[in-house]
C-alpha cells in the first residue's frame, strides 16, 4: 500500500522532534555532567605525594626508597594543575642524603609560589625527611611522631685489624693521598678525620641554617641531633598541628580558601 503525503509528512516530523529529544537530552546530560565534575573535582582538589622511605637522587620509589626526581615530579604536576588547590606531602621516612633533600626542597619552594603545601608526617620524619617537611606552608605530626635527628654523619668500616690477623694484605696504587679514603682495609688517617670531619661539619650547616630560616627555631634545640616526639616538636616549633593525615587534608583546604 502507498503512503499518502500526509502520512510522510507525520513520519518526518516524528523522525526530527525524536532527534530534537535525542539532542537535548545529551546537552543535559552533559551539562550535568559538567557540574557534577567541576563539583567534584573541587572537592578532591588536594593532591596527596608521598615521600616514604629512605630518600635518594634519582626517578624511582620502592624496596625502602625514594627518589628525588620522582617526588619532585609529582609536585610540580600538582603545583602546575589548575583543579589542584593545595598539595599535602605525606612523609614516612628517616631521611636520606643531603643533596635529595635539597633537591625536594627546591621543588616546594616552586609549588608554594603557587598555592598551600603541607606535610603530613607519619610514623617518621628525621633528618633529611624534616628537612624536606621545614619548607612546607605547614607541619602536621601525630603526638609520637618521630621528628627531628636533623644532622649529618659520615660512617667508615674498618677490618683492616681482621685482615691482619688473617694474614691478608691489600696493596692499593693511587694518584692521590686520600683517593681510597673510606677504604675498608686501613684506618683513616688523622689529616683523612680532620677532613671527614670538616664535611660533616659543612654540610650540617648547610642543613641547619635552611631549616631555621624556613622555621625560625632556635639552633640550640636541634643542634644535638636528638629524635623528638611529635608533641615535643610542637612545643619546640618544629611542626604546627598535632593531627593525622585527613586533619593536614582539612587544613590544606582552609589555607586554599
Not at 37 to 42: E, G, S, V
Not at 78 to 89: G, M, N, T, Y
Not at 203 to 214: M, P
Request: proline share 3%.
Amino acid at each position: 500500500m502507498q503512503e499518502t503525503p500526509a502520512a510522510e509528512g507525520t513520519g518526518r516530523r516524528r523522525n526530527q522532534l525524536l532527534v530534537v529529544l535525542v539532542l537535548a537530552g545529551a546537552v543535559i546530560c552533559a551539562a550535568a555532567s559538567f557540574i557534577l565534575f567541576t563539583t567534584y573535582a573541587k572537592d578532591l582538589g588536594i593532591s596527596v605525594v608521598r615521600v616514604e622511605g629512605m630518600i635518594v637522587t634519582g626517578n624511582s620509589r620502592g624496596d625502602g626508597y625514594v627518589g628525588s626526581e620522582y617526588v619532585g615530579r609529582m609536585i610540580r604536576e600538582a603545583a602546575d594543575d589548575p583543579i589542584v588547590d593545595a598539595i599535602v606531602i605525606r612523609v614516612n621516612s628517616p631521611g636520606g642524603t643531603p643533596a635529595a633533600a635539597q633537591e625536594i626542597a627546591a621543588d616546594i619552594r616552586y609549588a608554594r609560589n603557587k598555592k598551600p603545601v603541607v606535610v603530613s608526617m607519619g610514623d617518621i620524619a628525621t633528618s633529611a625527611a624534616y628537612y624536606v617537611s621545614a619548607y612546607a606552608d605547614r607541619i602536621y605530626a601525630n603526638p609520637d611522631t618521630l621528628t627531628g635527628g636533623i644532622g649529618t654523619s659520615w660512617s667508615f668500616l674498618d677490618i683492616s685489624g681482621w685482615l691482619e690477623e688473617k694474614n691478608i694484605s691489600v696493596v692499593v696504587f693511587k694518584s692521590g693521598s686520600m683517593k681510597d679514603m673510606g677504604s675498608d682495609h686501613r684506618p683513616l688517617t688523622p689529616e683523612e678525620r680532620e677532613y671527614a670531619q670538616r664535611v660533616v661539619n659543612q654540610s650540617n650547616e648547610r642543613l641547619l641554617t635552611g631549616i631555621i630560616a624556613e622555621r625560625g627555631i632556635n639552633q640550640s634545640d636541634i643542634e644535638d641531633a636528638r629524635v623528638i616526639r611529635g608533641e615535643q616538636a610542637l612545643l619546640l616549633g618544629l611542626v604546627d598541628e598535632i593531627g593525622n593525615l585527613n586533619d593536614a587534608i582539612a587544613g590544606a583546604r582552609r589555607l586554599a580558601g
